[in-house]
């Protein structure tokens, strides 16, 4: 059973807009794939497990807010949580305000 997720809408980081610019290269997720979408503002990472109607389905592996700071837990979302993340709602990550730019 998969936990419930409100995903926040990923605006200018979206990657169906990204690709409806050129599908040619956009590859579907597939088994082990590691997808994000954005929750409460955090980057979340999700490791595919299957692909189904648009939707990923996987564990979430990260969880990672603004700062770049690695979290166990975000509201109700934890690492290991069984979610499915609807390809509307992947994001490109954002980087850590601690990155550097080298």
Do not use: C
Not at 1 to 14: A, C, R, Y
Not at 62 to 78: M, P, V, Y
Request: net charge negative; glycine share 8%; aromatic share 6%.
């Amino acid at each position: 059973m998969h936990k419930h997720v409100e995903w926040d809408t990923p605006g200018t980081q979206s990657v169906q807009s990204y690709y409806a610019k050129d599908p040619n290269d956009y590859v579907e997720p597939h088994p082990g794939s590691i997808v994000s979408g954005r929750y409460r503002g955090a980057n979340v990472r999700v490791r595919v497990e299957a692909y189904r109607d648009a939707t990923s389905i996987g564990e979430v592996v990260a969880l990672i807010d603004n700062s770049g700071e690695r979290l166990k837990q975000l509201g109700d979302l934890s690492l290991g949580d069984i979610v499915r993340l609807p390809d509307d709602k992947r994001a490109f990550e954002t980087s850590s305000a601690d990155e550097d730019d080298d």
